[in-house]
């Protein structure tokens, strides 16, 4: 009976609770791991948004960091919304090509 009652009242680990608490730390590792390479890939993306002439730097930011439709991208720069596209398709454009240039780093 007494070792009943000392049974009962201590917490028994399964091995079902230490196989969750290793995959958590596991998930926890690796959702950090994943934003330390997002943030440097941003960090080297601004850079690169920095070298492009300022026209095409605005357009990029107002409709990929501001999320601005194209009409009001043209309105704040009072720019047709043709002129919008074209910048935009441009700054892509050379964007890929510094990629490709550079490599990905």
Not at 5 to 24: A, G, L, P
Not at 54 to 65: A, C, N, S, T
Not at 68 to 96: C, D
Request: charged residues 30%; glycine residues 2%; proline residues 2%.
């Amino acid at each position: 009976m007494d070792f009943l009652r000392r049974v009962k009242n201590k917490r028994v680990i399964s091995s079902n609770d230490i196989e969750m608490t290793q995959y958590s730390q596991n998930i926890d590792t690796i959702l950090l791991e994943q934003h330390v390479i997002e943030r440097l890939e941003n960090e080297a993306l601004l850079k690169r948004i920095e070298l492009l002439p300022e026209k095409y730097q605005h357009v990029i930011v107002y409709f990929y960091f501001k999320d601005l439709p194209y009409n009001e991208i043209s309105t704040a720069l009072n720019i047709s919304v043709g002129t919008v596209r074209a910048r935009l398709h441009r700054a892509k454009f050379l964007l890929r090509k510094m990629y490709v240039k550079r490599g990905s780093n």
